[in-house]
């Protein structure tokens, strides 16, 4: 199984998933042309996906959705909620999101998470044994999520801002405590509370995604979970808006390569 980004935060979302024959999209907040530009950096096309899934409808991860379905006659998965509120799709498929189901090669866990949006999912992608996490767009830690994020083989988590820089930041009042809510976004020591609750010791991925440009910065991300796990900073990743994240892959029967507790 392997795992990339077309890229992530507040200006457009976009990760693939593939195992075999599948070729899975999670969200597209990008244009076409800038799709098909992120597509061909990672050597895959559009005629390669098997279905694009949405998480829910804000525009940095649903704006593209419609357009690239329609221009390449993709199927689209989403929630029931989410289904009504993404515009312009011909025809959509509906998943239970309290129920796994299979996409190709793939078990798909929908993950209910709080935030903002009509019944907004993330998920836990599962293929030969292997098992992947994509979080974002979290607004609180439920104990389902810490649950069914337990024991991955990789994680792509939200890391969103730092509390003190959205706090003392540019940003309005009102917004403050829009992404400070429950049904906001994950600052940094949430997802470190949430990695703390979880199974981590056969991770061979940890990518952190959704950083804000304003409110957070790599650097800061990477020591934080860094300093919080007690793993290798080099080891980590974080996806960069614009330069999204190469292919990582996932291995069977490896040791975790995160040098953990070292
Ligand atoms: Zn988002
Ligand atoms: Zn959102």
Avoid at 77 to 93: D, E, F, P, Y
Avoid at 96 to 109: C, M, R, T, V, Y
Avoid at 128 to 135: A, S
Wanted: hydrophobic share 40%.
């Amino acid at each position: 199984m392997r795992f990339a980004s077309l890229g992530s935060g507040s200006r457009g979302n976009s990760t693939l998933i593939e195992h075999g024959d599948t070729l899975l999209m999670i969200d597209n907040g990008f244009s076409i042309k800038e799709t098909d530009k992120r597509m061909v950096k990672l050597g895959v096309t559009a005629e390669d996906i098997s279905a694009i899934l949405v998480t829910h409808e804000h525009g940095d991860h649903a704006s593209g959705v419609a357009r690239y379905a329609k221009r390449y006659d993709i199927p689209v998965w989403a929630s029931h909620g989410t289904a009504r509120m993404v515009k312009n799709l011909a025809t959509i498929q509906i998943f239970n999101s309290h129920k796994p189901f299979d996409l190709g090669e793939f078990s798909i866990e929908p993950v209910l998470v709080p935030h903002d949006a009509r019944e907004p999912t993330q998920f836990v992608f599962r293929a030969n044994t292997l098992k992947l996490g994509v979080m974002t767009d979290i607004g609180s830690i439920t104990p389902h999520m810490a649950g069914v994020l337990t024991g991955c083989d990789a994680l792509l988590l939200e890391c969103n801002y730092d509390r003190d820089m959205l706090v003392n930041g540019p940003y309005p009042e009102s917004v403050k405590r829009r992404v400070l809510g429950h049904w906001g976004h994950l600052d940094n020591q949430q997802a470190i509370g949430l990695l703390e609750q979880l199974d981590i010791d056969k991770l061979q991925h940890l990518v952190l995604a959704h950083i804000s440009k304003k409110n957070n910065s790599h650097e800061l991300v990477l020591d934080s979970v860094s300093a919080a796990i007690q793993c290798d900073r080099a080891w980590l990743q974080v996806i960069d808006q614009d330069e999204g994240l190469a292919w990582c892959n996932i291995e069977k029967n490896t040791q975790s390569k995160n040098i953990l507790h070292a």
